[in-house]
């Protein structure tokens, strides 16, 4: 993108004649780095709780040590995780963040729907300056993070790390740091919804083959520059994904602290 932040037109590959880029290999560390966040947050590896060392590790997400470590090394430098010399890397007691924007973490499902009502605010508006804003880079980040969302599907797998990437790839698009920042304060958060969601599509694959079409048309809307198309894409899935969650059962907020 331009020094100067202005709006740029460019010529997108067509998404239906043009196979998207494969993930570059930071996309892998990603992969690890948000899968641990992930079990993390759920609860899998508990405060103080040791992780698998780093050849489990790598062999549990299928990629090589050095991905791991990296992965790792992310985690601690957040706050998530921290190293003991000569025992391994164990889980924080209360994780510092790295960004200025912090949240206080998911503990209620009430929590779950303020986290849609805070995304549907910003992530529809980030769309819409994805589809100003965006270059050949931007567009072949976000089709690598769809790409890997298509894999999954054909396995009728969800891949939150692969969902998240695909949402963080189009507001870092906006070109706006506000919302990039705000993503990353979010990342786990997120995770939870994104996991819970991914639980509530394990049934007929229609239901993943429509989540992959929605994010899709968010993919085709960007890559056109077409802004409004891309902000109304963006706002039916997310409020598809908070649907499907809550089974159509908005929570009365005033009632859940």
């Known amino acids: 993108m331009s020094a100067s932040g202005q709006d ?3 010529d997108p590959a067509t998404p239906e004649t043009e196979k998207p880029k494969r993930a570059k290999p930071g996309s892998l ?20 709780a040791k992780l698998p060392g780093e ?4 062999a549990m997400f299928d990629v090589s040590r050095p991905i791991v470590r990296e992965a790792l090394g992310r985690l601690r430098k957040q706050g998530t995780v921290y190293a003991r010399q000569g025992a391994g890397n164990f889980v924080a007691a209360s ?48 089709a690598a993070a769809l790409e890997q969302l298509q894999d999954a599907t054909r396995h009728h797998l969800h891949r939150s790390d692969a969902d998240f990437a695909f949402h963080k790839a189009v507001t870092d698009a906006a070109n706006n740091h506000y919302y990039s920042s705000s993503m990353e304060a979010l990342r786990q958060h997120v995770a939870v919804g994104m996991h819970l969601h991914g639980l509530s599509l394990m049934g007929p694959r229609l239901k993943l083959e429509r989540v992959f079409d929605e994010h899709k048309a968010i993919y085709e809307a960007i890559a056109a520059g077409d802004a409004e198309a891309a902000q109304a894409a963006m706002r039916r899935h997310l409020e598809g994904s908070r649907d499907r969650l809550f089974e159509g059962r908005i929570l009365d907020l005033r009632l859940e602290r």
């Open 95 to 142: 994780p510092r963040g790295t960004t200025a924007v912090g949240y206080a973490p998911v503990e209620t499902i009430g929590d779950i729907q303020r986290c849609y009502e805070f995304r549907l605010a910003i992530e529809p508006q980030a769309a819409f300056y994805a589809a100003k804003r965006r270059d050949a880079q931007a567009i072949a980040e976000i």
């Open 55 to 58: 050849h489990e590790l790598a």
């Open 29 to 48: 560390v990603d992969r690890v780095f948000d899968r641990l966040s992930e079990s993390i947050v759920n609860g899998d590896y508990p405060p103080d």
């Open 8 to 10: 740029q037109a460019v």
